[in-house]
């Protein structure tokens, strides 16, 4: 049985108490932050334009408080992991995020409910969210909370694995990074993609994931291991 709209935001609002320690008294804020553009109007771009500049500056005073003694790039190393898209999609993965976006049904059986660049924006636009309901001290309760284990894990892991292999190839003078659906399978509400990764002439390698985001930067570490980067 199909759970009906009015069903569906009260297990969001409980959601946001729960996880996110927030009260929204707006629910109609609340349901736009999840809302996908494949829902049309009333979707969390906006709100997302607004998170990601907050979150930025709430993880730049930290950085800059937590190691007072790092260099401005080193600094703006850790600045890139923290606020990047796989960053944010790991954080709302742990929150539970996946399960209340709203998403038209391609968009889903496509896998766009755990695709990093959705989820991401979702984080973002929920941060974004959040600032309006509640105010700046909320927000950063909550990024001092759930990115916590990310602070610790920015020197080993500043970049994303796709990142690492465009410059290794960069470096080279090679052509850049190629990813290309070789195939989607599997029922809709658990696709697999299968992508080849190419790098000018050297030999392509393929690897799979629950999401095309997810294949390749499955592909790119796969690429970074065989070479012991």
Not at 6 to 13: C, H, R
Not at 82 to 103: F, I, K, N, Q
Request: with cysteine; proline share 4%.
């Amino acid at each position: 049985m199909t759970e009906s709209p009015e069903t569906l935001q009260l297990d969001s609002l409980r959601w946001a108490q729960e996880n996110l320690a927030v009260g929204f008294t707006d629910q109609a804020l609340l349901q736009r932050a999840l809302t996908h553009k494949t829902m049309g109007s009333g979707n969390y771009e906006r709100l997302e334009f607004l998170g990601d500049r907050i979150l930025a500056a709430i993880i730049a005073v930290q950085l800059y408080h937590r190691f007072p003694d790092e260099s401005e790039g080193k600094l703006s190393r850790r600045i890139h992991h923290l606020v990047s898209r796989e960053t944010c999609a790991a954080v709302a993965r742990t929150l539970g995020v996946p399960d209340y976006v709203r998403l038209n049904s391609q968009a889903r059986a496509d896998g766009g409910a755990d695709s990093d660049n959705i989820l991401g924006d979702v984080m973002e636009s929920l941060l974004g969210a959040i600032y309006l309901a509640c105010g700046t001290a909320a927000v950063e309760q909550l990024v001092t909370r759930v990115w916590e284990p990310y602070f610790a894990d920015t020197t080993s892991h500043a970049k994303h694995p796709k990142s690492a292999v465009q410059e290794w190839a960069l470096g080279r003078s090679l052509r850049p990074p190629s990813y290309e659906l070789v195939r989607r399978s599997g029922p809709h509400h658990s696709p697999v993609f299968r992508v080849r990764l190419t790098i000018g002439d050297l030999e392509p390698l393929e690897a799979e994931g629950g999401s095309k985001q997810e294949a390749e930067t499955r592909a790119a570490q796969l690429f970074l291991s065989e070479r012991g980067l």
